[in-house]
């Protein structure tokens, strides 16, 4: 499994190898104390009169709670987990109904009664997140599953604010090198190995999601690309079944199966199976890249018990099964039989009681438990042989090369025996056992939280890596046979432990004025044979918001961030053997937690019938983490960048739609940053430049927007665009740190054709325009190709 390092004047910037598998994220093991809840409060009138003791009914996420309102018409529901509800208010034979989708902003409503009987469409409250960041965004089950992004969680992520694309399925947010915090159904979600994550979660099994751009508050730690709060798929109502099938381009095929059914009074079981396969599942290195088949299986189980007034266990369980085969580059020399493959397996449970503390607060506390298990299988002979192709005794690399020069030259077309060539097996599984707590209260303006995390993480691993014969690694391995091949193990586990906590307040200083502050504590130790390593640190965040209407606000926030590198490392005699000739001795282990200071200006303003957002921010950082290549391995090692800096400006604009349709767009303006790499440990690091060069995942400019029209009959027609200007690249001659490739525009569509009672006909075009483009061309990444133009039909009933 032949895989190489692009030296240039970018930075790697979290997927840093060329490698055609999906590439690693550098994402951490810990987990961070945070709770998906919200308030939902609001008033009942009647022709504009407060209605005392009404009935109000809130209903969604398997969960029924109720409350009546006070003697001027208002009621309150403290502390509800994001998600899509049903608010209906009965007095006296009169009713009013809202759907509320409720984020991490939470939300307001009023609902004024009538004598009418509520039937068929209910229509959607969307609150202004005037709280949040100015660039924060909630999707609802309808946005997520009637968009053309509907089976793809990575695709959907794209259409975020502040997205680029990197390859195989590798989004990088905000201009960070993919760390990205998942926390599903009020549960962080453990990223101990470096690979990419997300790809147990299925889109379809999604019910809601609040991404937080921004602004972070306390609650929130150790990764800080973007926050996505998960609650998962969630219904309501009467047993019933939902599922899809789709068959599209590339021997797609697409099965998914579903079923809701109440439990006692106010719980739910919610079941999901999904099975893919596919012909083109990784973006190949060219276009004739052959052995790119992939399949994956996911199975979903969310059980929601009541226990007492407004009390509930949720208990969640997520697997995933995928496999890979990893695309040929023989566009270079890579033989078209060459047999390649990864598989990942993955495992997320958790259980979360949930204790109401009267209509002012709960308590949420529970364990969780995240498995890995991720394997490659090297085919020895063609690997090598793909190796021989490469030349590092030609022009640029002078006499002999280096490791880090094997990408380079495959781009020349250069051929001769190198150092290049080798085959991986690789064996490793993480193993995360998680315990979180959060307290929420509100009395008078202040609304307190607090939370405490605990995590033990270990990772087993068995890296098996043959080299070829070469000048360097041969004699010390093998010193009566130099011409032999010589294999570098890494069978070390390494152990972490981590723990958080963090109290914070939101302070209502006035009707114009709210203050939001706090202050977290994260520690973490890691230790392995060779090595033990223990830092911690404080957070301090403060927000100050001024509103000028419930639609209107501006704020100003600023806030320090401590955040870990990843539990999956490399020991360090096996990095010094995969990295000679540069690295002659054994270097300590010198890895550090990056710490940030991030300055934030934004706010909301109303546009028409839709929201205007913007923010704009900057962060620095010290001992900024990034990933690399370890030697010509498809390995992969944290590293530290003595400063980062990363600024972004973002416009977000969202408006709703008629029958709970909407339409959004936004433009960012992305600028990311490295100097100086510091850490000793890997050879990469060796002589690069140490003033300030963009990172691989650097994307200037990115523009997305969209728009979901629903019809009075039950179908749909969506469609999303998406603009980049493309990532650092080597292409340019001469090279240069502002080189950017390749710049796409991408358009897709679906219309969904309704043929009875919840039932209906999909057809999708992805792709639109045909724009064949690089998502990295000689960038750190490696070359890979997007995908054409696809195609697609298929059936959908439920949901």
């Given amino acids: 499994m032949l895989r190489t390092f692009v030296p240039s004047l970018f930075r790697c910037g979290g997927c840093a190898a060329c490698i055609a598998l999906l590439p690693a994220l550098c994402l951490q093991a810990p987990v961070s104390a945070a709770t998906a809840t919200a308030a939902l409060t609001g008033s009942v009138t009647n022709d504009g009169a407060p209605v005392a003791n009404a009935v109000v009914t809130a209903s969604g996420n398997q969960q029924i709670v109720r409350t009546t309102s006070d003697a001027h018409g208002r009621f309150s529901f403290a502390s509800l987990a994001f998600g899509t509800y049903r608010v209906s208010a009965s007095s006296n034979a009169l009713s009013a109904a809202l759907n509320v989708d409720l984020g991490s902003d939470g939300a307001t409503i009023s609902l004024s009664l009538s004598g009418l009987k509520q039937i068929g469409y209910v229509a959607t409250s969307r609150s202004v997140p005037v709280r949040g960041s100015g660039a924060d965004v909630t999707l609802n089950a309808t946005d997520l599953t009637r968009s053309t992004t509907s089976d793809s969680f990575s695709e959907t992520l794209i259409q975020l604010p502040g997205s680029a694309r990197g390859a195989n399925g590798v989004v990088h947010m905000n201009g960070d090198h993919g760390v990205i915090d998942y926390v599903v159904d009020g549960v962080p979600l453990p990223q101990a190995l470096n690979r990419e994550i997300g790809s147990e979660i299925d889109p379809n099994d999604i019910s809601f999601l609040d991404a937080i751009e921004g602004a972070y508050p306390a609650q929130y730690g150790l990764r800080f690309g973007s926050v996505l709060n998960i609650t ?12 899809s099938v789709r068959y599209g381009s590339y021997g797609d095929i697409d099965q ?32 004739s890249s ?8 996911n199975q979903f189980v969310r059980v929601t018990l009541p226990a007492g007034h407004d009390d509930f266990t949720d208990l969640t369980l997520i697997h995933s099964f995928r496999t890979f085969q990893i695309p040929n580059d023989v566009q270079y020399g890579e033989p078209a039989t060459t047999d390649d493959n990864e598989t990942q397996d993955d495992t997320f449970l958790s259980a979360q009681f949930r204790h109401a503390l009267g209509d002012t607060g709960s308590l949420s506390f529970g364990p969780a438990l995240k498995a890995s298990h991720i394997r490659d299988f090297g085919d020895p002979a063609n690997d090598w042989t793909y190796g021989e192709a490469l030349n590092l005794d030609a022009p640029p690399f002078g006499n002999g090369g280096t490791a880090s020069d094997c990408a380079t030259a495959r781009s020349s077309g250069n051929f001769a025996p190198t150092t290049c060539a080798f085959s ?15 307290l929420v209260q509100r009395f008078g303006n202040h609304e307190l939280r607090a939370g405490l995390g605990y995590d033990f993480t270990r990772v087993d691993k068995v890296y098996d890596v043959t080299l070829q014969p070469n000048n360097f690694l041969a004699p010390i391995e093998s010193p009566s046979t130099p011409d032999a091949p010589a294999s570098v193990v890494d069978d070390n586990p390494n152990l972490g432990n981590t723990t958080t906590s963090y109290v914070q307040d939101s302070w209502k200083l006035s009707n114009a004025y709210n203050l939001d502050y706090g202050l977290r504590y994260d520690y973490f130790t890691i230790r392995s044979t060779d090595f033990t390593q223990g830092f911690g640190g404080f957070s301090p965040r403060v927000k100050l918001t001024r509103s000028f209407g419930p639609r209107t606000a501006i704020y100003a926030y600023a806030g320090r961030f401590f955040e870990p590198f990843s539990f999956e490392n490399v020991d360090p005699r096996a990095a010094q053997l995969l990295n000679l000739p540069l690295q002659p001795t054994l270097a300590r282990f010198d890895l550090k937690p990056e710490r940030d200071t991030q300055i934030e200006f934004g706010g909301h303003v109303p546009a028409g019938a839709g929201e205007l957002g913007f923010r704009i921010w900057q962060k620095n950082a010290n001992d900024l983490i990034d990933d690399t290549q370890v030697g010509v391995t498809a390995l992969h090692q944290d590293i530290n960048y003595a400063l980062g800096r990363l600024s972004a400006e973002t416009v977000d604009y969202a408006v709703p739609l008629g029958r709970g349709g909407r339409a959004y767009a936004n433009v960012n303006h992305t600028i990311s940053l490295n100097s100086g790499c510091e850490t000793q440990l890997l050879a990469p690091c060796f002589g690069q430049p140490t003033g300030f060069t963009p990172a691989d995942h650097e994307q200037r400019w990115s523009i997305t927007g969209g728009f979901l029209l629903d019809d009075t009959h039950g179908g749909w027609f969506s469609g999303d665009m998406e603009y980049g200007s493309g990532l650092s690249s080597a292409i340019c001659e001469p090279v240069t740190a502002d080189c950017k490739a390749t710049p796409h525009t991408i358009f897709s569509v679906e219309k969904g054709l309704a043929i009875g009672k919840g039932v209906a006909l999909t057809g999708r075009i992805q792709n639109l325009l045909n724009d064949r483009y690089y998502v990295t061309l000689l960038n750190a990444q490696g070359t890979h190709v997007a995908p054409p133009r696809e195609l697609d039909i298929g059936m959908r009933f439920g949901r």
């Fill in 232 to 243: 998962t798929r969630a219904g309501t109502g009467a047993a019933g079944f939902d599922g």
């Fill in 256 to 287: 998914s199966i579903g079923y809701h059914a109440p439990l006692g009074t106010g719980g739910g079981i919610d079941v999901a199976v999904r099975n893919q396969q596919t012909d083109r599942a990784l973006d190949p290195p060219d276009l």
């Fill in 290 to 297: 052959p052995h790119n088949q992939g399949s994956g299986t």
């Fill in 424 to 438: 991986l097996a690789d064996d490793k599984t993480s193993l995360d056992y998680s315990l979180t707590g959060d």
